[in-house]
Structures are given as C-alpha cells and as structure tokens.
C-alpha cells in the first residue's frame, strides 16, 4: 500500500480529496473516524469491513460513514491498477447529507470524478473555490445510485467456515448438505444460520457470491466459459442466463458498457 495517501487539513472545507493511480497488490486502509466516500475506476476493488466485503467495479464507489474505522478499520484492495479517489468529509458538514448509516456501495458519475481531480490537481485551488466544489461534491454524493453489491460475512464459526469456503472455491457451493456435513452441522441448521446471519437465504448468498466474482473475472478478462466453470454453473448459458438475472445485461454488455 503506497503509504503517500494523506488527506490535506480539513479546516473550513466540507470536503478534502485524494486521487491517484492505486496499483494492484496495494492496500488502503483508512485510519481516520470520519466519514468517507472511496471510488474506484478502469478497474474494480475489494472492501472489507470486519466479516463483510463489498465488491467495487468500474465507476462505482463506496460509503463509510463515520465511526467506521474506530470500531473495525476497513482494508480497500484493488482488482489490477485502477484511478482511486477518495473523498474525507468534515463532520461538522458530512451530517447534513441523508446517507445511510452503514457501509453502502454507491454508482459513480462523471462529475463527482471530475470533482476529484480537480480537488487534487498540482496547483492548489484558492479556498474559496476548494469550498465550492466540496459542496458540489457533498451534493452529487447524496444523489448517487446504491447498487447492492455487499456480501454479508458471519461470526458463526460454522457459517464463516462455509463461506471461506467457497469463497476460495466457488464450485463447491453447489451442494449445501456437503458444505453442511463438512461444517459438522445439517443442512436444515445451515440454511437457517444463514439466514440469520446475512439476512439472505442460502441460495440467495450464492448467488450474490457467484455475481459478484463473476464481476472480478471478467474485469480481470476471464471468458463466460471460464467462469461458468470456476463459479460452479452447469454451462456457459447458465452463467450468462444468471448474470442477467442479476445485473440486467449480459457478460459481454457488461464488459462493453460507458
């Protein structure tokens, strides 16, 4: 992780900024209780928040808000070299704007990436102007989309072991009563747990869980064949089939969209 990523002094400002290229292999991790808004573009990025990841791709971004970092410090990786912005909100003013109170992966727009460049351009702006954009910024956070692209973690040894699991090998999520026997519980108990848990069912973790490393093989060139293998489908239809379901449009429009 390149250790060069300071935020300037808040001061008066509602909002300060850092932007620059984030290389694969990097870690961010934030150290500050305020609240952020971390953006990922021409690539993707993991964040992870105690048991919880979130999956960001291309022109999309994430909320924490503040108190994030005190009670479990999230840890932001890239998925290959991308332009990472992020923005740290003044508390005095990040308070004003309706955002939730938890983590929240939030859609992107040309002008909150212009926002960020401009902020950290090599010439500093005048303050008056740095004021400006900080509430256009504060503005075009609030109005953003919120995709769901949060996978729900576990504190239940059972259920974190299942999902380490198939996290690592997504195939194996084909069969609950393996994962269950081999969590040394049943089927019945596991599906309730998850439930419990996550506040989604089995098959709807799965799902989200085969999406949302669908999303990472793809930024990373993987073919649909390739995936419907590693992500445990039954063919290439299949896998464009529930790539659909979930994002609308299929592996290649998703590959091409701007």
Known sequence: MPNDIVFPPNGR???????????IGAKFTPHSGKALVLFCFDGMMRVEVGEDRWFIPDR???WLPAGTVPMVEPVVEPVGDIEFQAF???????????????????????????????????????EPQQRRLGWSALDEVARLERPDLHLPGSRDP??????????????????LDHLARAAGTSERTL?????????LSWRAWRDRMRFVLALEGLQLGQSSTALADTLGYSSPSAFVAAFRRQSGMTPTQWRHRR
């Open 60 to 62: 999309h971004g994430i």
């Open 191 to 199: 599906s309730r747990l998850f439930l419990r848990e996550t506040g």
């Open 158 to 175: 059972r259920v974190a072991a299942v999902m380490a699991r198939v996290m690592k090998t997504p195939r194996a999520a084909s069969s």
């Open 88 to 126: 740290q909100l003044h508390p005095k003013f990040g308070g004003r704007i309706a955002m939730p109170e938890h983590p929240t992966v939030v859609s992107a727009t040309p002008l909150i990436r212009g926002i960020g460049r401009r902020l950290t351009q090599p010439s500093p702006l005048p």
């Open 13 to 23: 400002l509602p909002v300060v900024a850092w932007s620059g290229p984030l290389p």
